[in-house]
């Protein structure tokens, strides 16, 4: 019997097209390897659009680093929530295409409120936001002005 398996082709002809050959053990292997890589594949693309706990954790982290490795120059209305958003998504962590929300926590009771900035990060992958405490207070937009800043940043796990 094992002699008759291997003279079966590996491909066979069906309604005009070439196809895998199940009595064969190669076109066995084939059809299985195919649906293997097809569904490692659709795995792969899922995780890649979808932030880990890890990779969100280590993305806040590292933006808090790099806000305050330089000077921040701000200039007219372009305030500290995007630039937090900018950092999060330029650590290169998570998808390509992520969503951040930078929320401001205007609440007169949040940790630090009366020398710093609060801030709200979060995301629809991960169940729990970071809270971003940046010192000093954002100064007044004015469109005309340009102020380079260096600031202070302390990053906590939780909302503010």
Request: one cysteine or more.
């Amino acid at each position: 019997m094992g002699g008759q398996d291997s003279e079966e082709p590996i491909f066979i002809r069906k309604r005009g097209r070439f196809v895998y050959n199940p009595r064969n053990p190669v076109g066995r292997l084939l059809i299985v390897g195919g649906a293997v890589v097809v569904v490692g594949f659709m795995y792969h693309l899922f995780d890649d659009a979808r932030w880990s706990e890890g990779e969100f954790r280590d993305a806040v982290r590292e933006a808090a680093v790099r806000l305050e490795a330089e000077p921040q120059v701000l200039r007219g209305y372009l305030g500290y929530e995007e630039r937090i958003e900018e950092a999060v998504k330029g650590t290169g962590q998570g998808p390509e295409h992520a969503v951040v929300r930078v929320e401001a926590v205007d609440e007169p009771d949040a940790a630090g409120a009366g020398d710093a900035d609060v801030f709200e990060i979060s995301t629809d992958d991960v169940g729990f936001p970071y809270c971003m405490r940046v010192s000093p207070p954002q100064p007044e937009p004015d469109a005309l002005r340009l102020e380079k800043v260096r600031i202070a940043v302390e990053v906590a796990e939780g909302p503010c």
